[in-house]
């Protein structure tokens, strides 16, 4: 095997799938009190052009529905805080942490 090959071999060994690395994670769901809201969702309809959310988000909790409606469910919500970021514009997302006990718990890293 030519050192080239071997390099993309051993490359190759490392591709992370990000999906599997999601799944070893667990998440505490705090029934009927999600930790982040969309304050208006007529504004996610019709104000909001770009819906970044919905790319943005890392656990894809936020949905770009045919409609132009944004769903948002926050069970695996890694708490990165990037969707309420990213909203500056409209400031729709109303955002704090879990209550203690719930919540995402990392298994790695
Ligand atoms: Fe997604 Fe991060 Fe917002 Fe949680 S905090 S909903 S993981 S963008």
């Known amino acids: ?8 071999a051993t490359a190759a060994s490392f591709v992370v799938n990000v999906e599997e ?4 994670n667990r998440y505490k769901v705090d ?3 999600p930790h982040i809201r969309i304050l ?6 019709n104000d909001c052009k ?12 936020y949905k770009a529905e045919g409609n132009r409606t944004v769903t948002l469910i ?3 919500c890694l708490e990165c805080g ?10 729709n997302v109303a955002w ?13 890293g």
Do not use: N
């Open 31 to 33: 029934h009927g009190r």
């Open 50 to 61: 770009t819906q970044s959310c919905t790319f943005v988000c890392p656990a894809s909790c």
């Open 40 to 45: 208006d969702a007529a504004v996610c309809s």
């Open 21 to 24: 690395k999601l799944f070893q």
């Open 82 to 91: 990037s969707c309420r970021v990213i909203c500056t514009e409209h400031s």
């Open 1 to 8: 095997m030519s050192a080239v090959m071997s390099a993309a």
């Open 74 to 76: 926050t069970d695996g």
């Open 96 to 108: 704090e942490y879990p209550r203690g006990g719930h919540g995402i718990l990392f298994k790695f």
